[in-house]
Nanobody, 119 residues
Framework: QVQLVESGGGLVQAGGSLRLSCAASGSISSINAMGWYRKAPGKQRELVAVITKDGSTNYADSVKGRFTISRDNAKNTVYLEMNSLKPEDTAVYYC?????????????WGQGTQVTVSS
């Protein structure tokens, strides 16, 4: 089992910045990758950014060049640095951890944190 606790959401003006944090606990060694997803009203949940166990990263086209995912292994925490925020970035952001135990994969989710970007 993996537990995820997010923090750092809030209200910001367009062009501003926010940093989200996701602290993981539990079966940390089983985690293959961690990422951030978001869900805006009336839209499907979408992948924002992911970082794998070996440090590889991947981003949605809509956030490339503006968002940066990183991790602090000592703190078992993943961050999402969001710059040049736009109103269309407004959504609930969820932290995700993908873990593998033997041949079975599991997905764990945080509780979500609201990000609101005003124009």
């Amino acid at each position: 089992q993996v537990q995820l606790v997010e923090s750092g959401g809030g209200l910001v003006q367009a062009g501003g910045s926010l940093r989200l944090s996701c602290a993981a606990s539990g079966s940390i060694s089983s985690i293959n990758a961690m990422g951030w997803y978001r869900k805006a009203p009336g839209k499907q949940r979408e992948l924002v950014a992911v970082i794998t166990k070996d440090g590889s990263t991947n981003y949605a086209d809509s956030v490339k060049g503006r968002f940066t995912i990183s991790r602090d292994n000592a703190k078992n925490t993943v961050y999402l640095e969001m710059n040049s925020l736009k109103p269309e970035d407004t959504a609930v952001y969820y932290c995700n951890a993908n873990s593998r135990v033997l041949l079975t994969y599991y997905n764990y989710w945080g509780q979500g944190t609201q990000v609101t970007v005003s124009s």
